[in-house]
């Protein structure tokens, strides 16, 4: 069975740290990875979406990128937080773009 | 880019009572999917929807997809407080296959 996996669980930094969340899969080949933020417990914004080692798409402009290194490694960064990058990380797998997307367990982040 | 309005934002019940929650749009959808997620905790798939008009039964959870594959209803029977959480819908874009959110309903059962 497939697994995903996010770290940390909960992160405290400063205003201007840099940024690193990772997300790995287990389980499946090739997928389609995601990287969400979601603000006081409402909807999902799609920040970054990557169809394969290398290709990325961003959704918004702002202050974090994304890579993937390795197939089953999805990454969020940021080389100076701000305020506003606090929130709650959700990083999802699927098969491809249109089916049924799942979800790690979450990066509360806090920028202080 | 699809709008998925989900209603009502939040609903607050007692334990017991029937509630129906809902998911529009005005663009088709080639599948759709609820998620229920709890405090502090990733989002999880409940059920996902593929043919207009179609029914599908979860226990105490009905989901009904649209017969224009443009909205989905979710009903709970005799909600429990375990069925406090947000319910999330999400539409795959008939036309591109794009996967968007909507906002949520927040419900909590009181018991």
């Known amino acids: 069975s497939q697994t995903i996996h996010q770290w940390p669980a909960t992160l405290v930094q400063p205003v201007g740290s840099p940024l690193s969340l990772e997300c790995t899969v287990e389980?499946?080949?090739?997928?389609?990875l995601y990287w969400y933020r979601q603000a006081a417990g409402r909807g999902l914004q799609l920040l970054f979406y990557?169809?394969?080692?290398?290709?990325i798409s961003s959704e918004v402009p702002q202050n974090l990128s994304a890579s993937r290194p390795q197939d089953r490694q999805f990454i969020l960064s940021s080389k100076k937080l701000l305020l506003s990058d606090s929130g709650f990380y959700l990083c999802?797998?699927?098969?491809?773009?249109?089916?049924?997307?799942?979800f790690g367990p979450g990066t509360r982040l806090t920028v202080t | 880019t699809q709008l998925l309005e989900q209603s009502p934002q939040f609903l607050s019940i007692q334990e017991g009572e029937n509630l129906t929650v809902y998911c529009n749009s005005s663009?088709?959808?080639?599948?759709l999917q609820w998620y229920r997620q709890e405090p502090g905790e990733g989002p999880v798939l409940l059920v996902t929807?593929?043919?207009?008009?179609e029914v599908k039964k979860l226990k105490r959870l009905t989901f009904q997809f649209g017969d224009a594959r443009k909205d989905s209803s979710l009903h709970i029977t005799a909600a429990q407080p375990g069925d406090t959480g947000l319910y999330l819908c999400?539409?795959?874009?008939?036309?591109?296959?794009?996967?968007?959110f909507g906002a949520g309903t927040r419900l909590t059962v009181k018991p």
């Open positions: 990557s169809v394969g080692i290398g290709q």
């Open positions: 999802a797998w699927s098969v491809d773009r249109e089916y049924e997307q799942y």
């Open positions: 929807v593929v043919t207009g008009g």
């Open positions: 663009s088709v959808f080639s599948s």
């Open positions: 999400a539409g795959a874009d008939y036309n591109n296959n794009d996967m968007r």
């Open positions: 389980g499946t080949s090739n997928p389609n």
